[in-house]
């Protein structure tokens, strides 16, 4: 079973940075696509990046965000920089595996991040 624990949310005024960080317990394989998702007050789930054989952002993030991976320590991180308030948001870990035909999504409790103008 796989078990995501986020780390490293908070306040912080515009214009800051935020790390983020993913631990990933069980069995994880480097061909699991790990990634960050975000839930902004009163919004849908969005895609923030994705780590696989390459990475992946979403347009509102991109050339802010940097996603890294070390497959030794089974960790994600989500470097954030120049934020702004619509980056306030809870912050979710995901592990999707592909497995015989099947998607699996693994999700984290999620971590709050506040930007204030």
């Known amino acids: 079973q796989v078990q995501l624990v986020e780390s490293g949310g908070g306040l912080v005024q515009a214009g800051g940075s935020l790390t983020l960080s993913c631990a990933a317990s069980g069995n994880i394989f480097r061909t699991d696509v790990m990634g960050w998702y975000r839930q902004p007050p009163g919004k849908q789930r969005e895609l923030v990046a994705t780590s696989a054989d390459s990475t992946n952002y979403a347009d509102s993030v991109k050339g802010r965000f940097t996603i890294s991976r070390d497959n030794a320590k089974n960790m994600v991180y989500l470097q954030m920089n120049s934020l702004k308030p619509e980056d306030t948001a809870v912050y979710y870990c995901?592990?999707?595996?592909?497995?015989?035909?099947?998607?699996?999504?693994?999700w984290g409790q999620g971590t709050q991040v506040t930007i204030s103008s």
């Open positions: 995901n592990l999707v595996r592909y497995w015989i035909g099947r998607r699996y999504d693994f």
